[in-house]
């Protein structure tokens, strides 16, 4: 089972077929990363007509039983998400209603302060704020995972503990490997993975050691260090694979409309476009590498399998309903 | 002249007249708590409304020489503002299109975090935000002026360094005074009125000592004495009255849609509701309460003057427009 944690492609036929070739199994895909509540709900119209018009590559997932579907039609299920809490803007009651919806993860902030955490970006970290801890409750009854792939790691930590069920870290890497922004020190991951959350492990090139030139095995031998420390059952992959988008689709995840002033985030004035892929990791054929090379790096079989997909199986499967 | 730096009234006929009996030049009105965009040019129309409807009372202010020409009428001069940042939502590009609306005052924060800056009822702030500071800028190029009453005391400091203009609280008292959590300690009150910003005082029950038993000769001591200590030019009145409310709009302004849960705020669950106005502060008509009695706490003609309206005028004149 192949199970990709986080993907904002420039969609289209050619990437649905790619995933059916790579044996992708479900995928959990960005609708939203400033859009407010009507313009994401324009982001779900725009999914709902591919899911139309290519009902033999793609289906909607909702709960694990969808993936078991796809895999048997031979589909990819995919699973929406949010990396920012923009599309409930200030209304608590919005948290069902992006849930009725299909939304399944949403991140509490994307790089800048929100009305509910802190992200990664900002010069301090306040933790979680008085609507954050309500909304977390409430992503906690409906079933709507919480992502800190953006967030401050005070307000990760806080998140971890506030949160009465498991949370996510979706698209990120050990910041002991690569020391980005983007990526979290031990403190992070271990307050997540010992309540049962998620490490998501990101293809971003700013996320990688060596960014585009890292290795294969380099990757690989950072998951085998990361799966030893924190548990094999506990991370997978959330591979933030931009496929076909032009550059100034970075620039606007960047800046969106809250600065007139341009913000190179990752990037830089020289190159402030997406990075070029890692050659052993260019679109979702690519998986079969990953694969390979975690057995190289000295995985069991059992597991290869959690991190290609079982454990976001197991995760989907526990935290995308109602709390019972 | 008597210029009110904060009303939110149930508005009325009636009390549009009550404010041409009080000889009331000008009042700041509050015209946004939660309100997004959409909501908030419904407001604007709300207000457009009543300016066709009573002319012979009112009229919309969009500068100081509106004032006059509101005086030289026999009317009173209205102006916008928020007290909340909820009206530009996530979108830089909507300060100026509510100061071409009309509004003049912006608070950064409505007690909650805000994407700009902390409330003061977070236990927790962190100053200005990334997006707070961009705001900042934008709001002293335009001409709208920062109102931090409701924000905490590290972002009000903040916000009055970063500002390149002077900025406002329009509504509170010291916190020495009567130690409620929206007065201002002596450091914000400082950093506000050394850069040329306004204090302009509260009269809603919970900011004053005694709370509605709060006797005038107290409120006109703690003026003389903060006008002694900080510069008579810089302070004015902010009466915060809320005429006419029923309960329910009290409780709207502590929970708008943000939680499910009731917040109390400055009340309690033994009395939620608006608190009883002091005796000698009704209505608009009152105002000549407060001139006489701060000319018996010991203030020069000149003084009482500027507080009652000369000292907004000046700011108002100062700072409505362009930076030139």
């Known amino acids: ?59 909607k997932g909702l709960n694990a039983a969808d993936i078991d579907r796809a895999r048997d039609s031979g589909r990819t299920a995919i699973f929406f998400g949010f990396q920012n809490p923009s599309p409930i803007e200030d209304d608590i009651g919005l948290v069902e209603i992006v849930h009725t919806l299909g939304a399944r993860f ?89 309540r049962g959350g998620m490490l998501g492990f990101s293809l971003y090139p700013h996320h990688l050691k060596d960014k585009s030139d890292c290795t294969l095995e380099s990757f690989c031998h950072m998951i085998a260090e990361t799966g030893a420390r924190y548990g094999f059952e506990h991370i997978g992959i959330g591979s933030d694979l931009c496929q076909d988008q032009p550059d100034s689709v970075v620039e606007w995840m960047r800046v969106g409309r809250w600065s007139k002033e341009i913000d190179y985030g990752e990037g830089s004035a020289s190159a402030p476009g997406f990075p070029p892929m890692p050659t052993w990791f260019q679109d979702n054929r690519d998986f079969i590498n990953i694969e390979r090379g975690l057995g190289n790096a000295g995985l069991s079989a059992e597991q290869v399998a959690g991190v290609m997909g079982g454990n976001w199986y197991r995760f989907f499967a526990e935290n995308f309903g109602a709390r019972s």
């Open 1 to 59: 089972m192949r199970i990709d944690g986080l993907q904002y492609a420039n969609w289209s036929e050619n990437i649905f077929r790619q995933m059916r070739e790579g044996g992708v199994d479900a995928v959990h895909v960005t609708i939203a990363y400033h859009e407010n509540f009507r313009e994401t709900v324009l982001n779900f119209e725009r999914w709902n007509r591919w899911l139309e018009q290519y009902p033999d590559l793609i289906m």
């Open 106 to 194: 949403m991140q509490l902030t994307y790089n800048n302060q929100s009305l509910l955490a802190t992200g990664c970006y900002e010069e301090e970290d306040s933790g979680i704020t008085r609507m954050g801890r309500q909304v977390i409750k409430e992503m906690n009854r409906v079933g709507l995972v919480i992502d800190m792939s953006h967030s401050g790691d005070r307000s990760t930590i806080e998140a971890a503990e506030l949160s009465e069920r498991p949370i996510a870290i979706t698209h990120a890497n050990p910041h002991d490997w690569q020391p980005a922004l983007r990526n979290k020190p031990h403190e992070v991951i271990e307050a997540v993975t010992r």
